[in-house]
């Protein structure tokens, strides 16, 4: 079945740590997004890519970095200048131009 | 900017009653709307869109949602609800010429036999 996958599901991590969070999708979606996940405050978008070597910047960008090499893939890294880096974190992805977003089932950071 | 906002933050239904979520988004032009729901510790699933046509949309799971622009409003309704419907509720909007999905904070359901 064609799906989202992120991994890890939980991940822990020490202050001044970067840690990459993997999203894969096999829907032969063109764009791919990364949302956080925050208690009461809905979705916040971190990043997204239209097109393979593409992407732009979210509401919250600062602190994270991505890359797209593949159309498939779309790794997220939470770097030390994150200032609150725990949270859950959504990938997705979709058609180029259409509407509806397919999320993957998140993965977890915790930063001790 | 656009926003979206859900004004229950949690509502507790008795199973087999009845269910609205309300949600309202500024915005100047009709955007496209949709209802997406979350289990604890997962990904979101979507519940039903409206993009343009007729204003009452009809969603999986039993739901349903009507537009009504004189109000910006998009509310989520389901005559019956399960005790398998307890989760969170999230309202989204995104403009017609944008990628951006903008989420309002989200409704958590709580069902009591």
């Known amino acids: 079945d064609g799906g989202i996958t992120q991994s890890p599901k939980y991940l822990f991590r020490k202050e001044g740590q970067n840690v990459t969070l993997s999203c894969e999708q096999n829907l032969n979606h063109d764009a791919m997004y990364w949302y956080r996940q925050d208690p009461g405050q809905g979705l916040r978008l971190i990043y997204y890519s239209q097109i393979v070597n593409d992407f732009q910047k979210g509401d919250i960008a600062e602190g994270y970095s991505v890359s797209r090499e593949k159309k498939e893939s779309f790794p997220l890294t939470v770097t030390s200048a994150q200032k609150n880096p725990t949270a859950f974190y959504l990938c997705?992805?979709?058609?180029?131009?259409?509407?509806?977003?397919?999320f993957g089932a998140g993965s977890r950071l915790t930063v001790l | 900017a656009q926003s979206v906002t859900q004004p229950d933050i949690h509502i507790t239904v008795s199973e087999g009653a009845s269910l609205e979520l309300r949600c309202n988004y500024s915005y100047g032009a009709t955007p496209y709307l949709f209802w997406y729901v979350q289990s604890p510790g997962q990904g979101l699933q979507l519940l039903l869109k409206?993009?343009?046509?007729?204003?009452l949309v009809q969603g999986i799971k039993g739901f349903e949602a009507e537009f009504k622009r004189s109000q910006s409003s998009f509310n989520l309704r389901k005559p019956s609800v399960h005790w398998s419907d307890a989760a969170e509720y999230f309202c989204?909007?995104?403009?017609?010429?944008?990628?951006?999905?903008?989420f309002g904070a989200g409704t958590t359901v709580t069902v009591r036999a």
């Open positions: 409206y993009f343009s046509g007729d204003t």
């Open positions: 989204a909007v995104r403009r017609s010429n944008d990628y951006k999905l903008s």
């Open positions: 997705a992805s979709s058609y180029s131009g259409a509407n509806v977003l397919t």
